[in-house]
């Protein structure tokens, strides 16, 4: 078979395990932990607001883009690093 020269990167552009991860975000497990529960349940509101907001446009016309500013937010204002400053293209 020949080699296509498409490596893994290509289509996964990420980090799947990094030893130091709560070092580089500077917080705690358990802060950590809240966080990543408390952005996935917002996240999570945004797809099924926006699904009924598809069927019915009148519904909630601003409230999906509401939620994601908050999560963009609450993630700038908890984590000191992001995926750009963390040399994952290497």
């Known amino acids: ?9 290509d289509y996964f552009p990420f980090k799947i395990w990094e030893n130091n991860h709560l070092s580089h975000t500077e917080l705690g497990y358990f802060k950590h932990l809240y966080l990543g529960i408390y952005l996935s349940f917002l996240a999570l509101s945004v797809f099924v607001i926006g699904l009924i907001h598809s069927f019915v446009p009148n519904f909630l016309p601003f409230l999906p883009i ?3 500013n908050k999560i963009k937010e609450i993630f700038e204002y908890n984590y000191s690093t992001t995926y750009y400053n963390e040399n994952y293209n290497e």
């Not at 020949?2 to 990167?9: C, L, P, T």
Request: overall charge positive; hydrophobic content about 40%.
């Open 66 to 68: 509401d939620i994601i």
């Open 1 to 9: 078979m020949k080699n296509s020269g498409i490596k893994f990167r």
